[in-house]
Each structure stands twice: as structure tokens, then as C-alpha cells.
């Protein structure tokens, strides 16, 4: 009789604890994995669009120079006051001239709607962009705005991307608070799951704004570290491509949930463009009760926190 040795993976100790963004290809995948996750789908033409603002996510962040980080004093406070290295407030200015090249690059081959919005982008001055950030960062966007705000997102996750990339991992300090980015401080967008040598099937978070990723137990709410009340649902029967793969983690402590995205079932799954192509499973969980721990900015409706 053949016996398989079972694959025992040891626990959390020995596992990176962040994962910073890969820039060379992030964006590029999460582009295709938009293109794969648009064929046949309901909203197949909105997720396309968002394939080609990430191919343009990706050009913009192979473009981007090198940026200022904060300098030593300021990383060593952060670090002694548990805070996260980055920012969020201090944005580098290179940012609106990311936007305005990416919205006029786009406005040529956007839908309809997109396009009037990205032209007004492109044209855009300072102080108008920087209004726009804010509002976006404030999490209380004004409902006259939210056309715009998914492209002000993208620019800001590609310059918060390439910082995030720069820095170096030791700089970097689990925070009290799991549902943030230890790198930004901005909250999660969703858990991935990962497949890989030394990280296989333990679960990172991902950063809604930096993509960096961090290491929090399985099981456990994000938002308030109870491994009581925590249960997953899924989309049964549904047609989705990437239905098995994604699923919402919910707490009935505190009532929040965020969506979970397993590279076991898809190698490919991404968790901004999978957590976009799954509406059908927030609309799901909200009527359940639960509320949404972390933002996509993709969508900014999404998320009402
Ligand atoms: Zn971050
Ligand atoms: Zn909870």
C-alpha cells in the first residue's frame, strides 16, 4: 500500500510576517486577472475597463523615479510610537502628475460615462486633485465626487506602491490593530490565502492603498481578534468564475466581514479584481448584517465604514 506523508505545515513563527509589493508585475497580473474575470460575466465590460486601468497602473508605477521616504528620524519615531512608517497624509506630489498621465491616457478608450470624468481629470489643477485625495482618504466621500474617486485611488496606490516597495521590511512592526496595513496604516481590502514554500496556507492581509501584505492568524476577526464568532460564506450554486475562491469571513462578535481569496483553489486569484467580479457576495452578507471592515477603492460604494 502507497502512503502519502501528510503536508504538515508549521505554523505562523518562521513565516515572513509582511510581504511588500512586487512592482516589476502587480499591477500587470491584476490586469489579466480583471481581463479573465470580465469573460461572460454580468458586469463584464466594468471589470475590462478596470483591466486596462490597471495595465495603465502598472506603465505609470515602471515610469515612476524613485521617491523621497521619511527620512531615519521620522521612520524611528514612527517606530517607537507603534506607528506605521508611511503616511497617508503626506502624499508625494508626484502623484497628480500619475493621475493626470494615466486619465489622459485613458480618456482615449474609456466607456462613455469614464471618459468625460477622466478628461476633466487630465485637466485638472492641484489644489482640485488634492481636494479629491482627501476626500478619498477621509473615508466619507461626497456623493458628487465618487465618479472620480476610483481613478484618484489608482494614483495614489501607485505612488504609495512604489514607497511601500522602497522601504525595508525590518522597518516594519506588527501594530496593536490588524485590520490596518503596518506599512500605511490604510485598512485591508480583503485576506489572501496564499500557496508558496515558506508562506503555504497561512493568510495575509492586503492593503487597500500600498499592497503590501501582513501575516495575521487564521480564524481570527481582523477587526476584533475573536476566533469565536468567526464563520465563512460563499456562493453556492453560483456561476461565477472564481466563486470557490473567494469567500466572505464574517464576525458575529462585531458584526463586520471581510472577503477572504484562496491561491489553493486559483493561483491567479487576486484580491482587489476577485473581490470586485464577487459583488454578488457583499450584497449577500450586508443583508445578513454584517458590514464591511475595509474598502476596495475601486468601488469606493462599496464601502459605507
Ligand atoms: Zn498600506
Ligand atoms: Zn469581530
Redesign the pocket.
Known amino acids: 500500500m502507497h502512503s502519502q506523508p501528510i503536508d504538515f505545515h508549521p505554523p505562523a513563527e518562521d513565516a515572513a510576517p509582511f510581504l511588500l509589493p512586487a512592482t516589476a508585475s502587480l499591477f500587470a497580473e491584476r490586469a489579466d486577472r480583471f481581463a479573465a474575470l470580465a469573460v461572460g460575466h454580468s458586469l463584464g465590460d466594468w471589470l475590462a475597463f478596470l483591466g486596462q486601468l490597471s495595465q495603465a497602473q502598472q506603465a505609470a508605477l515602471n515610469a515612476l523615479p524613485e521617491l523621497s521616504l521619511p527620512d531615519a528620524t521620522a521612520l524611528e519615531q514612527a517606530r517607537t510610537h507603534g506607528m506605521p512608517p508611511l503616511n497617508v497624509a503626506a502624499r508625494p506630489v508626484a502623484w497628480r502628475d500619475v493621475l493626470r498621465g494615466m486619465a489622459g491616457e485613458l480618456a482615449t478608450t474609456a466607456p462613455n460615462g469614464a471618459a468625460s470624468v477622466l478628461a476633466t481629470l487630465a485637466k485638472a489643477d492641484d489644489a482640485r486633485l488634492d481636494k479629491l485625495a482627501d476626500t478619498l482618504l477621509s473615508g466619507e466621500p461626497e456623493a458628487g465626487d465618487v465618479a472620480e474617486l476610483p481613478f484618484v485611488a489608482a494614483a495614489l496606490q501607485v505612488v504609495f506602491t512604489r514607497l511601500a516597495s522602497q522601504l525595508d521590511v525590518k522597518q516594519l512592526q506588527p501594530l496593536d490593530v490588524h485590520a490596518v496595513c503596518p506599512c500605511c496604516g490604510s485598512p485591508a481590502v480583503a485576506s489572501v490565502v496564499r500557496l508558496g514554500s515558506a508562506i503555504n496556507n497561512l493568510r495575509y492581509l492586503h492593503c487597500s492603498l500600498c499592497n503590501t501584505e501582513w501575516n495575521v492568524a487564521r480564524a481570527t ?1 481582523t ?4 476566533d469565536k ?1 468567526v464563520a465563512l460564506q460563499e456562493l453556492e450554486g453560483s456561476e461565477l468564475k472564481n466563486a470557490g475562491a473567494v469567500r466572505a469571513e464574517t ?1 458575529d ?2 458584526k ?1 466581514y471581510l472577503k477572504i481569496v484562496y491561491q489553493d483553489k486559483d493561483p491567479q486569484v487576486d484580491p482587489v479584481a476577485d473581490d470586485l467580479a464577487t459583488l454578488a457576495l457583499d450584497m449577500l452578507v450586508d443583508e445578513a448584517g454584517y458590514q464591511r471592515s475595509g474598502p476596495n477603492f475601486l468601488l469606493i460604494g462599496a464601502y459605507s465604514g
Open positions: 476577526c477587526t476584533c481578534d475573536t464568532a464576525c462578535a462585531c463586520s
